[in-house]
């Protein structure tokens, strides 16, 4: 069985998967791991490819999903982009 945290992540990855679905986008890649690190979601609409890291939270905090990433995670997204 999974951790709770685990679980949550799951959940938060399966949302942002059917959001994207829905929104018209395939996706290519889940999970998708290189030396780098790893990408949760790599979607394609038309010729644009979208890179998800997907945040999910128990309630709302204090920052933005998006403030939440920090600089080097960023720069970690950016070069698994140019890796895939």
């Known amino acids: 069985m999974p ?19 829905r929104a018209g986008y ?7 791991r290189c030396r780098i690190g790893e990408i949760d979601l790599v979607a394609r609409q038309g010729d644009q490819l979208v890179f998800v890291e997907v945040r999910t939270r128990r309630a709302d905090g204090p920052i933005s ?13 950016l070069a698994l982009a140019d890796a895939y």
């Open 65 to 77: 999903p998006e403030e939440s990433i920090s600089p080097a995670k960023r720069r970690r997204m």
């Open 3 to 21: 951790s709770p945290r685990r679980a949550l992540g799951d959940f938060g990855e399966s949302a942002a998967r059917s959001h994207l679905l």
């Open 26 to 32: 395939a996706i290519l890649a889940s999970n998708w």
